[in-house]
């Protein structure tokens, strides 16, 4: 194998010198020779392959020896693919602050008096629809049962106010209490948290009222604590207990409790902007807080 290896290179070899030879002269001589016209047919195809080698490995070192400079520009792509999806992410997050606060920029609260914005700050993971904190205080002239709001309605009130950030109870806390009425048909009752989801049981003072899926649910002002005709949320139903002698309805908050950004802190001396009608009914039933 090895003799037939070395006798092939060697009439390779032979027919190169013959070629260069042949070359050489060529340029002295105005026609080539048949034997040289035959040796050059002879060695084309070797000479191809030798050339395709060649190509070959010229094209293998030139990506090898580019392989670290492709390595580093693909790490500097995958480092700016990553921060563009960063700065992405803080777009949607800004442009979602923007449009909440735009929202409350606009936003008119049928009442007369001082508001106070403020930023959620904290929030229990295990009482997430009872309570968050705020970044304001009483340095800001926020005290005990004030109450908060978003633009999209009311969220609860200041249960512990400190210097620098207060303690809100929400809507949906099982202690909390609201004073609301039917904005339609005037129908008053108790709106109060039922704990571990957002929607709200409204106990009407009637057991006739007129209520049905849809209608919305403001604060009546009784108890002193929230101004009347602030918007709590819209029934989803209705049913009747205590052996058919109330009527209650569920109700589900206009203010997103579970996700609070930016809300609106009413100060003392805040006062409606219109009267309100007396309420029809009775009283809260004993035994649960009064309306707030």
Not at 3 to 8: E, Q, S, Y
Not at 46 to 74: H, K, M
Not at 116 to 128: E, I, L, S, T, Y
Request: aromatic share 4%; proline share 7%.
């Amino acid at each position: 194998m090895r003799i037939a290896t070395a006798r092939v290179a060697a009439a390779l070899a032979v027919g190169l010198l013959v070629v260069f030879l042949a070359g050489l002269t060529a340029a002295e001589r105005d026609r080539v020779t048949v034997l040289e016209q035959a040796v050059r047919e002879a060695l084309r195809p070797p000479l191809e392959v030798v050339v395709r080698v060649q190509e070959a490995i010229r094209g293998t070192a030139v990506t090898l020896l580019s392989l670290p400079r492709i390595r580093e520009e693909q790490e500097k792509l995958r480092a700016e693919a990553a921060r563009v999806r960063e700065l992405e992410r803080r777009l949607a997050v800004l442009e979602e602050e923007n449009r909440r606060l735009r929202a409350l920029l606009g936003f008119r609260p049928p009442v007369e008096g001082r508001m106070v914005g403020a930023q959620v700050v904290g929030r229990n993971p295990d009482n997430w629809l009872s309570r968050v904190v705020i970044d304001q205080g009483t340095r800001a002239g926020i005290g005990r049962n004030a109450p908060v709001m978003t633009a999209q309605g009311l969220v609860g009130r200041v249960s512990s106010p400190g210097l620098y950030q207060s303690v809100v109870t929400l809507l949906s806390d099982p202690g909390s209490a609201v004073g609301a009425m039917v904005a339609r048909t005037r129908e008053a009752g108790v709106c109060y948290g039922q704990g571990g989801t957002e929607l709200l049981r409204m106990r009407f003072f009637s057991r006739d009222a007129r209520v049905e899926p849809g209608d919305q649910v403001v604060t009546s002002g009784l108890g002193g604590v929230f101004p009347p005709h602030l918007l709590v949320g819209t029934v989803v139903e209705t049913f009747r207990g205590d052996y058919g002698l109330v009527q209650y309805a569920t109700v589900r908050p206009a203010a997103d409790l579970r996700s609070l950004g930016e809300v609106l802190v009413l100060l003392p001396g805040t006062s409606p902007s219109e009267p309100v009608p007396p309420s029809p009914g009775g009283v809260p039933s004993a035994g649960r807080e009064g309306p707030r």
